[in-house]
Structure formats: C-alpha cells, structure tokens
C-alpha cells in the first residue's frame, strides 16, 4: 500500500457507509415485502389477473429505489448543496404543475402522468436541501428576524400552500415539522419557532375551518378517538378491528380477514400497519417499531458526527422525515390521527413513496462515508463545496454537537502567528545589548 493510498484510508468517514443503517433499512425492506404479499393477494385475485400483480409491482419499484440509493450514496453529499437553487425551482414548478394538470383522483390532484408520479415525494427530499443549504449559509443571522425567520417561514408558506392546494395535508405536516426542526437545531431561538409555531397554527386551523375535504378528516379522527371500533369513518373502524383481532401474538401470517374486499381498504398500502398487527399481533407492531427506533438512532449518529454544518442538518432532516412519516401512518392505524394516505415508509407498497425514501437513506449513507472530505487536506480536496455561501460558522452555537468540530479556531491559529514575532523581538534584543 503507497503512502497516499494509506492517508486516504485514514481519512475519517472516507471509507465506509454506516453498515447499521443497511442492515435496518434491509430489514425492513424485507419485512415489508413479505406484509405487501401477504395484504395484496386477495384483491389482486379478485380484480387482477394474477395474485402476484401488487407484490411484482411493488418489487419493481423496490429495485428501482435501490438503484436511486446506490447513486445517491455513490455520489459525495456537497454535490447536492450546489444544486440546491435549481432543484427547488424545478420542485416548485413541478408542485404547481400538479394543481393545473394533475390527475384526479379520489378527490385530489397529487400525480402527474396517470397516477404515476407524485412530485410531492421527492420534493420533500429537494426542499430539506435547500433548507440546509440555505441555513447552513445564514450561521449566526438566523437568529435575525429578516435573515432568519422571515425568509423561513416565505418559503414554508409557498410549499404549504401549493402543497395544500392538491389537497394533500400529511406531506404539508411532514416538511414544515421537519423543517422546524432542521431551523431550531441550526441555531435559531426558541422565541423564533414559538412564533413561527402560533402563525403555523391558525394558518392550519384557517384550512381546516375553510376546506370540507380537511374538515371531514378532523371529524372522522374526532369520532375513532370516542369509539373507533363504531366510528363512521370505515377505514378509522376496519383498522381497529383488524389489531383488536390481532391480539398479542396475531391471527398468523396470511390469516387476515381485513385485506379481503369490502374490509379495509388499501390493505397493502396506506392501512399496512394495521394488517400487520391482525397477522403477527402486538409482538409484530413492536418489532417494526424497534426497527425504526433503530434507523432513527443510526441517523442521528451520522448527523453528530458529520463535521459540516449542510451535511449534520441534511442528516438530520432526512433521519427525521422518515421517522415522522412512519410515526403518522401508525398513529393513523391507531385512531389517534386522522386518515391521510400516508405510506409506511421501506413496507408499504409504493412507487413515488419508496424511490424517495430509498434515495433519501442512500444521501445519508453518502453523508456516512464522505463525512470529514470537506476539511482534509491531498487528493479529495477536489469534491469540496465550491459553492459562494458564508460557510465560517466560529461563532455558530449550533445545537449539534459534532457539527464544526474539526473546524479550525481562529484564536489559535492568531496565537501561532504572534509566536515567532516574539521570538524574533528578543533576539534583536539579545543583539543590540
């Protein structure tokens, strides 16, 4: 082995992907194509021509979002803080698109192209990009109400706007918590996110008093909270149904009786936690949930201990919004929110859904491996940002810890470079006496 290849191999973070997060991400993935089969073959032998139709599908799409996860993890993370700019403006046009063109489909305009793309997916990846980017730029001033919130919340409320015209509220939910969350840690003050929050709040309570396709979803939630085993709601109803079945140890795998037709609808899709619960009981809920706490932990981990400030916040907010879209699909299984056609994310059957996520966990294995490429010094110096943002952060006060830490100080370096004038005065001094 030279010597270059060896100070390569040193390098933090340069030479491997987080093999924890794999393994849980493969585990689900797993798990959620045996749950799709198992909730999908009796509507597709009733309305299909094979019992195979979903699960064949679902394992196209699977391949095709791990294709998206071994470029997104191939490619170094900074790439995405150079494009940030024009991934958004191709979201944003890609959102208002939908609301003119878009199919219509049980009531909302969410895909494009007949059903089969759904710009809302990906775009949640696109705009905790340009999110991070952007604060990652903004260091201290974010703190600044016409640096820091205002310009926040502008952006927050054009994507919540085009995104609740589809209507389409969940993924609204998802990216604006999401990217509160990625504000606050970067730096901003809890006065700030407290007011941001209370705007936030009646803007929702406006939507919800204002829409009859939102208002029906709250009073569906409000009746399975009394009683969802005789809500009105019928998939509020079927889903309780199906984990009261279940019981602690379940029915068996394969023995639902809600995934038939006429039960629960969207079985092997949106209501794919509940079949779970019907077939392997409480002991199966608790293992995906595990599964998730898990991924959430390794996420977190690779976000502690990325030096940069774009990749800890871009860690971060992947790690939350896949945690969080999980925690909304279950509490909807629950009763305890209302529906939303959320998926499940790396289990439930999906096209845009699991592309998106896949591509999302292959960005932070990215963020994993190419950790610390940012700051040393020989051969991968060329992959550095080259972006024009203010990326001096010495007086940050972020709220990650391992973000910055391998960044010089400036104290420091001021205090190696009065050493030899000193030096240099007394020996003039020794001289002239």
Same mark, same amino acid.
């Given at each position: 082995?030279?010597?270059?290849?060896?100070?390569?191999?040193?390098?933090p973070g340069a030479s491997h992907y987080d093999w924890g997060?794999?393994?849980?991400?493969?585990?689900?993935?797993?798990?959620?194509?045996?749950?799709?089969?198992?909730?999908?073959?009796?509507?597709?032998?009733?309305?299909?021509?094979?019992?195979?139709?979903?699960?064949?599908?679902?394992?196209?799409?699977?391949?095709?979002?791990?294709?998206?996860?071994?470029?997104?993890?191939?490619?170094?993370?900074?790439?995405?803080?150079?494009?940030?700019?024009?991934?958004?403006?191709?979201?944003?046009?890609?959102?208002?698109?939908?609301?003119?063109?878009? !199919?219509?489909?049980?009531?909302?305009?969410?895909?494009?192209?007949?059903?089969?793309? &759904?710009?809302?997916?990906?775009?949640?990846i696109v705009v905790l990009i340009y999110i991070s980017t952007?604060?990652?730029?903004?260091?201290?001033?974010?703190?600044?109400?016409?640096?820091?919130?205002?310009?926040?919340?502008?952006?927050?409320?054009?994507?919540?706007?085009?995104?609740?015209?589809?209507?389409?509220?969940?993924?609204?939910?998802?990216?604006?918590?999401?990217?509160?969350?990625?504000?606050?840690?970067?730096?901003?003050?809890?006065?700030?996110?407290?007011?941001?929050?209370?705007?936030?709040?009646?803007?929702?309570?406006?939507?919800?008093?204002?829409?009859?396709?939102?208002?029906?979803?709250?009073?569906?939630?409000?009746?399975?909270? &009394?009683?969802?085993?005789?809500?009105?709601?019928?998939?509020?109803?079927?889903?309780?149904?199906?984990?009261?079945?279940?019981?602690?140890?379940?029915?068996?795998?394969?023995?639902?009786?809600?995934?038939?037709?006429?039960?629960?609808?969207?079985?092997?899709? !949106?209501?794919?936690?509940?079949?779970?619960?019907?077939?392997?009981?409480?002991?199966?809920?608790?293992?995906?949930?595990?599964?998730?706490a898990l991924f959430t932990y390794r996420g977190l981990r690779?976000?502690?201990?990325?030096? !940069?400030?774009?990749?800890?916040?871009?860690?971060? =907010?992947?790690?939350?919004?896949?945690?969080?879209?999980?925690?909304?699909?279950?509490?909807?299984?629950?009763?305890?929110?209302?529906?939303?056609?959320?998926?499940?994310?790396?289990?439930?059957?999906?096209?845009?859904?699991?592309?998106?996520?896949?591509?999302?966990?292959?960005?932070?294995?990215?963020?994993?491996?190419? &950790?610390?490429?940012?700051?040393?010094?020989?051969? $991968?110096?060329?992959?550095?940002?080259?972006?024009?943002?203010?990326?001096?952060?010495?007086?940050?006060?972020?709220?990650?810890?391992?973000?910055?830490?391998?960044?010089?100080?400036?104290? =420091?370096?001021?205090?190696?470079?009065? &050493?030899?004038?000193?030096?240099? $005065?007394?020996?003039?001094?020794?001289?002239?006496?």
């Amino acid at each position: 082995m030279t010597a270059s290849s060896q100070s390569l191999s040193r390098r933090p973070g340069a030479s491997h992907y987080d093999w924890g997060l794999i393994t849980v991400v493969t585990a689900l993935l797993l798990f959620g194509g045996v749950m799709v089969f198992s909730a999908s073959y009796p509507w597709a032998m009733t309305y299909q021509s094979t019992p195979f139709f979903y699960i064949l599908r679902h394992l196209q799409w699977t391949a095709v979002g791990l294709a998206a996860l071994f470029v997104t993890a191939s490619i170094p993370y900074t790439f995405w803080e150079r494009w940030s700019v024009p991934m958004l403006a191709v979201g944003l046009l890609a959102l208002m698109a939908v609301i003119f063109v878009g !199919d219509d489909r049980f009531g909302a305009k969410r895909t494009l192209f007949g059903g089969s793309v &759904q710009p809302s997916e990906p775009f949640k990846i696109v705009v905790l990009i340009y999110i991070s980017t952007w604060l990652a730029s903004k260091g201290a001033r974010i703190r600044d109400m016409n640096y820091g919130l205002i310009p926040f919340g502008i952006l927050m409320g054009i994507v919540a706007g085009l995104i609740v015209a589809q209507p389409n509220i969940s993924t609204t939910i998802l990216i604006i918590t999401t990217a509160t969350i990625v504000f606050f840690l970067a730096g901003a003050e809890i006065k700030q996110i407290l007011f941001g929050g209370i705007i936030g709040i009646a803007t929702f309570w406006l939507i919800i008093t204002r829409s009859s396709y939102a208002q029906e979803r709250v009073d569906a939630l409000m009746q399975g909270i &009394q009683n969802p085993l005789i809500s009105t709601e019928h998939q509020i109803a079927q889903a309780s149904e199906a984990l009261v079945t279940g019981g602690p140890v379940g029915t068996g795998l394969g023995n639902s009786l809600e995934k038939f037709p006429g039960n629960l609808p969207l079985s092997w899709s !949106d209501n794919i936690f509940a079949i779970v619960g019907e077939e392997l009981g409480l002991i199966g809920t608790l293992l995906v949930i595990l599964l998730f706490a898990l991924f959430t932990y390794r996420g977190l981990r690779i976000a502690s201990r990325t030096p !940069d400030m774009f990749g800890s916040l871009l860690a971060v =907010g992947l790690t939350c919004l896949i945690t969080l879209q999980a925690l909304l699909h279950i509490a909807v299984v629950v009763a305890v929110a209302p529906p939303t056609g959320i998926t499940l994310p790396f289990v439930s059957f999906g096209g845009s859904s699991m592309i998106t996520v896949l591509g999302g966990t292959g960005i932070l294995l990215s963020i994993s491996r190419f &950790q610390g490429w940012q700051t040393s010094t020989g051969p $991968s110096r060329k992959i550095t940002n080259n972006a024009t943002f203010d990326l001096r952060w010495g007086n940050r006060r972020t709220r990650l810890p391992g973000a910055g830490g391998s960044a010089p100080s400036r104290k =420091g370096t001021a205090t190696k470079s009065k &050493q030899p004038v000193r030096a240099k $005065s007394g020996a003039r001094t020794a001289t002239r006496k």
